[in-house]
Every structure is written in structure tokens, then in C-alpha cells.
Nanobody
Framework: QVRLNESGGGSVQTAGSLRLSCVAS????????WGWFRQAPGKEREFVGV????????YYADAVKDRFTISRDNAKNTMYLQMDNLRPEDTAVYYC??????????????????WGQGTQVSVSS
């Protein structure tokens, strides 16, 4: 089974930037859309965004649209999440997962799997 590994988290101040990476252990990811979710303390894991298999189509949650950008480099088995203009409410553990069910555009947690271990993002005011 493919393994995903997130990295790039850290602590920044409001309006700062971070770039997260998600590396897959094999090329299974090429068969799937690839997404980012996040989970803040005491809250459920929520959709952040997803990128199509080719990387040409992306969807974002309203809360991050125009601030976050998802991309993927299939040759490097890697997906990225560029986060700009960060806010304290973006503080969470960020997870990447493969979309295993339904079509691109789904934002349901249940349609994703093969989760990585997560990377912590902390934004201070």
C-alpha cells in the first residue's frame, strides 16, 4: 500500500508563508486525485483542497481560496501546498490523502484515504 509523508510545517506569524510537501512511496498516486485536509484541536478534519491527476484542475475550500495553492509533480511523486497570508485560524495539523472514491470535486473526508502522519502548522498573531 502506498505511504504518504508530509513535511514542511512550522511556526510562522500572521501573513507569513509556508510550503508543505507530500511525498508518495510509489507511483500509485498517479491514478488518483490528491488532496489536503487539516485538523485543528477539538475539531473535525476538514477539506483544504484537491488537485487532479494531471495537476491541471484544483478545488479549494472557501476559507483558503486565493491564499493557498496546490500543485503536484508526478515525476517526483510529490504534491505541494503553498500557503500565503497565513492566519491564526489556519493553525492545524495538515494531512495529505489520495482520493479513492467518487469524482474530482468531492470534499468528503470519507472519499479520501492512505493518509500521511500529518505536519503541524502554527500561526501566531
Amino acid at each position: 500500500q502506498v505511504r504518504l509523508n508530509e513535511s514542511g510545517g512550522g511556526s510562522v506569524q500572521t501573513a507569513g508563508s509556508l510550503r508543505l510537501s507530500c511525498v508518495a512511496s510509489d507511483r500509485t498516486h498517479m491514478m488518483h486525485s490528491w488532496g489536503w485536509f487539516r485538523q485543528a484541536p477539538g475539531k473535525e478534519r476538514e477539506f483544504v483542497g484537491v488537485v487532479s491527476r494531471s495537476g491541471s484542475i484544483t478545488y479549494y475550500a472557501d476559507a483558503v481560496k486565493d491564499r493557498f495553492t496546490i500543485s503536484r509533480d508526478n515525476a517526483k511523486n510529490t504534491m505541494y501546498l503553498q500557503m500565503d497570508n497565513l492566519r491564526p485560524e489556519d493553525t492545524a495539523v495538515y494531512y495529505c490523502g489520495l482520493q479513492l472514491k467518487k469524482a474530482l470535486g468531492s470534499r468528503s473526508l470519507d472519499d479520501f484515504g492512505s493518509w500521511g502522519q500529518g505536519t503541524q502548522v502554527s500561526v501566531s498573531s
